[in-house]
C-alpha cells in the first residue's frame, strides 16, 4: 500500500521559506499526479500546487504562484514543496496526495475525492 509522509512544516516570520517533503514509502511516483493541499483551522481542503511525474509538468494556485516552487527528487520518491515569501495567509496544515493523473482543471478547483493517497500532514505556521 502507498503510504505517503509529508515533513519539513514549522512556524516563520512573514517573508520567511520553508520547504516540505513529501516522501512515498513502498512506491515511486512514477507517472502518477502529486498535489499539495492546504487546510486552515476551521475552514475547507484548498489545491494548492501539482506535479505530473511523469511530464514534470507543474501547475499552482493563483495565491501562491510565483513564490512556491515544486520538485521531484532523482529517485522519484520525494516531492518537494519550496516555499517563499510567506505570509499569514499560508499558515494551515499542508497534505500531499497522489492520483492516476491531474486534474485538468486549476489547483483552486481540485477535489479531495480525486486524489487517492493522502499523507498526515505537516503544519505551517507563519507569523506576522
Known amino acids: 500500500q502507498e503510504l505517503l509522509m509529508e515533513s519539513g512544516g514549522g512556524s516563520v516570520e512573514a517573508g520567511g521559506s520553508l520547504r516540505l517533503s513529501c516522501t512515498a514509502s513502498g512506491v515511486t511516483y512514477s507517472g502518477v499526479c502529486v498535489a499539495w493541499f492546504r487546510q486552515p483551522l476551521e475552514k475547507e481542503r484548498e489545491g494548492v500546487a501539482s506535479?505530473?511525474?511523469?511530464?514534470?509538468?507543474?501547475d499552482y494556485a493563483d495565491s501562491v504562484k510565483g513564490r512556491f516552487a515544486l520538485s521531484l527528487d532523482n529517485n522519484m520518491k520525494t516531492v518537494y514543496l519550496q516555499m517563499y515569501g510567506l505570509k499569514p495567509g499560508d499558515t494551515a496544515m499542508y497534505y500531499c496526495?497522489?492520483?492516476?493523473?491531474?486534474?485538468?482543471?486549476?489547483?483552486?478547483?481540485?477535489?479531495?475525492?480525486?486524489?487517492?493517497?493522502w499523507g498526515q500532514g505537516t503544519q505551517v505556521t507563519v507569523s506576522s
Open positions: 496526495a497522489t492520483a492516476f493523473d491531474c486534474p485538468g482543471v486549476e489547483p483552486e478547483q481540485y477535489t479531495t475525492d480525486h486524489f487517492d493517497y
Open positions: 506535479i505530473d511525474t511523469a511530464t514534470g509538468s507543474t
